[in-house]
């Protein structure tokens, strides 16, 4: 037990000493609270507007596709070291883990994951008849019974003709 005593007293001396820290801190330490010290304070900027909008979600998707690529690299790297040592079983892995991640990559260049411009809304022609509006469409629940039917229930009732 006797040489474990220098470790029991250096670690009472560390905790008076954080403890007297505290206590000196508070009694010694000036209080002028100012606007500017209660204020946030980050990198020297002061915050003078509302923080912007979220950011879009493609900007996590490109992230995430680095994420992705970084990863293949990181598998590549080992393998390029041992080519010679894995033989064909190590090619036929690589080409098949190669081939799904530029399988995936040409789905997002296909969704437009990558494109920045503004959305292109895509219309089949024919898919949607010019006469679905809302009022054809959806039924109003809880009107049935009253006196007074709003105009887009009627124009649903009557089927679109009096709007």
Do not use: H
């Not at 954080?18 to 020297?44: D, H, I, N, W």
């Not at 994420?67 to 033989?87: A, K, W, Y």
Request: with cysteine; proline share 7%; net charge positive.
């Amino acid at each position: 037990m006797g040489q474990y005593l220098p470790i029991f007293v250096l670690l009472v001396l560390a905790v008076l000493f954080g403890a007297g820290s505290f206590v000196a801190s508070k009694l010694l330490a000036p209080r002028l609270p100012t606007s500017a010290k209660l204020g946030p304070y980050e990198c020297g900027i002061e915050p003078s507007r509302e923080p912007p909008r979220r950011f879009s979600v493609r900007f996590y998707l490109v992230a995430m596709i680095f994420i992705v690529f970084d990863v293949e690299v990181m598998f590549l790297f080992p393998f390029s070291t041992v080519v010679d040592e894995v033989g064909l079983f190590g090619l036929v892995a690589v080409l098949i883990f190669s081939v799904a991640l530029f399988e995936s990559f040409l789905y997002l260049l296909g969704n437009g994951a990558l494109e920045w411009g503004p959305v292109v809304r895509k219309v089949i022609p024919g898919a949607v008849a010019p006469s679905r509006t809302a009022a054809t469409t959806v039924r109003r629940v809880g009107t049935e019974g009253r006196g007074r039917v709003p105009a887009m229930a009627r124009a649903a009732d009557d089927g679109g003709a009096a709007a």
